[in-house]
């Protein structure tokens, strides 16, 4: 699980770097595509879903699962978000991160940062025996505190054989009917979906790609950890998400 979700977390790290104004999503998807074959990983959205791209890259108004495209340039100002997962030797890791590329022209920023903080705060709070449904709670209550919504229909995910495992839909607010508890070594992909205006998403034509139900931005950030009796062991570290 370390030496794929190193792989993950260096490759987002790197695409982001990578990421100019002027660049094609296309050109950004070859490049990380260029690095999971370097590590012989397999792209898990193409190797799951036949997803067309080998990452998923949103720009703007697009919330996530975005196609990276030939059509589609990156401009000052944008808000990315780049979600890499991947395959190696059997084993899964998955990862995201938001940002804005190069001058915050478009006040984009404190919606990347809230995100940032709130993943955080949430990891912090997982451990062997805590309910799913109070880090939920803790996600939405973070997110109203600095004036932002949670979307309420795309969540984390138990991680490890297969990219999707139990438990699933780790929520972004508190489901009252969800009395399932974090267990110790267990393995999960933590992911914020921290929303200006929207409470949903919905797809569009493409069959892929998820916007606002009520519009506005969507910043996501997301790690790989071990849950423990203590602090969690966070194996995508390296991408640098916090930095």
Request: proline share 2%; glycine share 10%; net charge neutral.
């Amino acid at each position: 699980m370390k030496k794929v979700s190193d792989v993950v977390a260096y490759t987002l790290k790197e695409m982001k770097n990578y990421a100019k104004p002027g660049m094609t999503t296309k050109e950004l998807d070859d490049f990380g595509a260029s690095i999971l074959k370097e590590f012989r990983a397999n792209s898990a959205p193409f190797m799951t879903y036949k997803f067309p791209g080998w990452t998923c890259i949103s720009v703007n108004h697009e919330f996530c699962h975005g196609i990276p495209s030939k059509n589609r340039i990156l401009k000052e100002g944008d808000l990315i978000n780049i979600d890499v997962s991947a395959e190696l030797d059997g084993y899964w890791s998955d990862n995201g991160n938001s940002f804005v590329l190069g001058d915050d022209i478009h006040q984009h920023q404190n919606l990347v940062n809230a995100s940032k903080e709130i993943l955080q705060k949430a990891i912090h709070h997982i451990k062997g025996g805590v309910k799913i449904a109070d880090v939920g709670f803790l996600m939405e209550t973070e997110a109203k505190k600095r004036g932002y919504k949670v979307i309420k229909n795309l969540g984390g995910h138990g991680i490890g054989r297969s990219l999707h495992e139990q438990p699933d839909e780790l929520l972004n607010y508190k489901n009252k009917f969800d009395q399932r508890r974090f267990k110790k070594n267990s393995v999960v992909a933590i992911e914020t979906f921290i929303s200006t205006s929207s409470t949903y998403t919905v797809e569009l034509n493409d069959g892929w790609t998820m916007v606002g139900n009520k519009g506005g931005y969507m910043a996501q950030h997301e790690h790989t950890i071990v849950v423990t009796d203590g602090k969690p062991i966070i194996l995508t570290e390296m991408n640098g998400v916090w930095n």
